[in-house]
């Protein structure tokens, strides 16, 4: 349904998005986790069209977002990092205005929606709240019930109840089989939401889970030390991916995936143990991996 590939933009001093490629399928919810300026904005306003690569392609639903970006507005549900809204008008004329573009109008829809997330358009949008503003962009996002769903940011602004109130909405909008690309920096936001998670860094897609291997854990590390030298030496020849070691206390950490189970313990088996701990890596620590700048984890390194 949404299809990014090989997207390039390089903006100059590191800034972009640059061979960008993913896809999510009908009916899929796809996380982008990053920081800001890591490039998840960027690739959403492409995916609106509004900016145009420098090389690759992105399309949903078969539409080419840039050549038939009048078509993409009428079938996406965008909302934006960022909310930008014009002068002169209140929170009705806001919603009036962006039917008017799409040439739709669900008046009952929209009646629902400001009921749920309880806001009052009447106002003069320049003097609404950031959570104000950012329900008023929730409201025009979703009011024409679109299949597909591209949402930047989508709780900055809302007060902890809205943001939970959002997250269940999330929830039915999904069991209604749409299909939604969420950026976000927020791990429980996308732990909870999302059926696979991108992280990008720097422009660049550095690592793709699926919710499964983050509710299982993404990686399991085991740590072991020795009542002896002679043990502590036999297990860091074994074919186990060491991480970590430690001659002095004789302690091992080692990065042990579900088919590596049998090696680990034929690793182990017959050796004098003093201790032993599992710890199964998080979203958030797995994720934090990228971003250390000694390319450290837990004082491990990690492929």
């Known amino acids: 349904m949404i299809k990014v590939n090989d997207l390039t933009h390089d903006y100059g001093h590191n800034r972009g998005v ?40 992105v399309s949903i639903a078969g539409l080419d977002c840039t050549d038939k970006s009048s078509e993409i507005m009428k079938k996406v549900g965008y909302l934006p990092g960022e909310v930008a809204l014009p002068d002169g008008l209140d929170g009705y004329g806001f919603i009036k205005m962006m039917q008017g573009m799409r040439k739709t109008k669900n008046d009952e829809n929209v009646k629902a929606l ?46 902890p109840l809205m943001q939970e109130e959002f997250i269940a909405f999330i929830r039915e909008q999904k069991k ?5 690309l969420l950026s976000s920096h ?20 550095v690592s793709t889970v699926t919710a ?3 509710a299982h854990g993404l990686h399991n590390i085991m740590t072991v030390s020795f009542e002896s030298k002679k043990d502590y030496d036999a297990f860091l020849t074994s074919p186990l991916d060491v991480r970590e070691h430690d001659k002095k206390s004789l ?53």
């Open 18 to 57: 640059f061979d960008v490629t993913f896809e999510v399928s009908p009916g899929e919810t796809l996380g982008f986790l990053g920081p800001n300026g890591a490039g998840k904005s960027t690739t959403m306003r492409h995916l609106m069209g509004f900016s145009k690569p420098q090389r690759g392609s």
């Open 114 to 159: 400001l009921e749920r997330f309880r806001l009052d358009p009447k106002g003069n949008v320049k003097r609404m709240s950031i959570g104000e503003k950012r329900k008023l962009a929730v409201v025009a996002a979703f009011m024409d019930d679109p299949d597909v769903l591209l949402l930047d940011e989508p709780t900055s602004g809302l007060d």
């Open 176 to 180: 209604k089989g749409r299909t939604i």
């Open 186 to 205: 927020i791990f429980s936001e996308v732990e909870a939401l999302c059926d696979r998670i991108a992280i990008i860094k720097e422009g660049r897609l």
């Open 212 to 214: 499964a291997e983050i």
């Open 251 to 303: 302690k091992c950490s080692v990065v042990v995936d579900d088919e590596q189970i049998n090696d680990f313990i034929n690793a182990v088996s017959g050796k004098r143990i003093k201790s032993f701990d599992e710890h199964s890596v998080t979203l958030e620590e797995y994720f934090m991996h990228y971003y250390k700048t000694d390319k450290k984890f837990g004082g491990m390194s990690y492929a």
